[in-house]
């Protein structure tokens, strides 16, 4: 079973940037899709951007722009440059990797812990 581990969160003053990472336990090639979401308190789990096997990217709206996906398939990682962070940026971000799971296309999503962002005023 496939098992992420976020890492890089932290405190940061607005402007800032931060670089997060996910290192999956076995290959991201096993992924559909690997992504980066987060939850703020009293809030929903939005995904903020997401990359598929194919390279294909996707971002929120809110972090297009100031955000940045990448893959390192060598490392079995997959990082989440932020730069000029805004205090609404502050949330708990997970890292999750969409897999299929048998020959009918059924897919299942993995979740890391996550790790907290905390941008200041």
């Known amino acids: 079973q496939v098992q992420l581990l976020e890492s890089g969160g932290g405190l940061v003053q607005t402007g800032g940037s931060l670089r997060l990472t996910c290192v999956s336990s076995k290959s991201i090639d096993n992924c559909n899709t690997m992504g980066w979401y987060r939850q703020a308190p009293g809030k929903q789990r939005d995904v903020v951007a997401s990359?598929?096997?194919?390279?294909?990217?996707n971002y929120a709206d809110s972090v297009q722009g100031r955000f940045t996906i990448s893959r390192d398939n060598a490392k079995n990682a997959v990082n989440l440059q932020m730069n000029s962070l805004k205090p609404e940026d502050t949330a708990v971000y997970y890292c999750?990797?969409?897999?299929?799971?048998?020959?009918?296309?059924?897919?299942?999503?993995?979740w890391g812990q996550g790790t907290q962002v905390t941008v200041s005023w």
């Open positions: 999750a990797c969409t897999l299929t799971v048998n020959v009918e296309g059924a897919t299942v999503t993995r």
């Open positions: 990359i598929r096997r194919s390279g294909s990217i």
